[in-house]
């Protein structure tokens, strides 16, 4: 079993649908990253969480510690939104960071 | 800022060619790391610099690969002789941690080395 998990792994939506994607882990952290990747490739850093919740724009970042548990997200979305969503956690014992395997975002217009 | 700067893009090689990659942090960031994704395995953590100096390479996959960091500057990530799985994209991200671990990491655009 993966340490960190995310869900779904594909999901399509049409345009100004809100979505949500998901990430469990397993392990202690001390900080929660959502990353999203362009389909040129590109990384960029959305959200860096250890509590509570974060908001930039139409994207939101929840985190829940005692469930170890993180949702993702996107209001409103839009076709420019598409692209792959990867939760990562820093393990608190051992400082690595975890990936999740990724969740692929489709938004039709 | 221009972010973290990587070169080559691409980068085509036969193998058992010496490859190098180079990484640029952003200004003022202490921390630098070196990924590789690949279909198989997704991101995965080849090596973590702060201050110049390497502190975890467990993730480095075998005598292959080497990483330097000379300076706050610039960082390299080399695989000789290189081989066809080595075939993958590497991200190279920075951070400024002054002594934290969890703060948020910059990547750069990545390099996409194909090894034929």
């Known amino acids: 079993k993966n340490e960190v998990e995310q869900s779904p792994q594909n999901l399509t939506a049409q345009e100004g649908e809100f979505i949500t994607i998901n990430c469990s882990y397993s392990?202690?952290?001390?900080?929660l990253h959502w990353l999203q990747q362009h389909p040129g490739g590109g990384i960029v850093s959305l959200f860096m969480l250890s509590s509570g919740k974060k908001k930039h724009g139409r994207l939101i970042a929840t985190i829940n510690i005692q469930e170890k548990h993180s949702s993702l997200h996107i209001t409103a979305s839009h076709p420019r939104d598409s692209a792959v969503y990867i939760c990562a956690v820093r393990s608190y014992n051992t400082d690595k960071l975890i990936f999740g395997t990724g969740t692929r975002l489709q938004v039709f217009p | 800022d221009a972010g973290v700067i990587q070169s080559p893009r691409h980068e085509v090689t036969e193998m058992g060619q010496e490859v190098t990659l180079r990484c640029k942090p952003i200004s003022g960031h202490n921390s630098l790391f070196w990924y590789r994704q690949t279909m198989m395995r997704g991101l995965e953590l080849l090596i973590y610099?702060?201050?110049?100096?390497?502190?975890?390479d467990s993730g480095m996959p075998e005598d292959r690969f080497s990483a330097k960091m000379p300076n706050a500057s610039f960082s390299t990530l080399k695989i000789q002789p290189s081989e066809p799985r080595d075939s993958a994209v590497y991200f190279c991200?920075?951070?400024?941690?002054?002594?934290?671990?969890?703060?948020?990491?910059?990547f750069g655009q990545g390099t996409r080395l194909t090894v034929v």
């Open positions: 610099f702060n201050n110049n100096v390497p502190i975890d």
């Open positions: 392990v202690g952290i001390s900080a």
């Open positions: 991200a920075s951070s400024n941690t002054r002594g934290k671990m969890n703060t948020e990491a910059f």
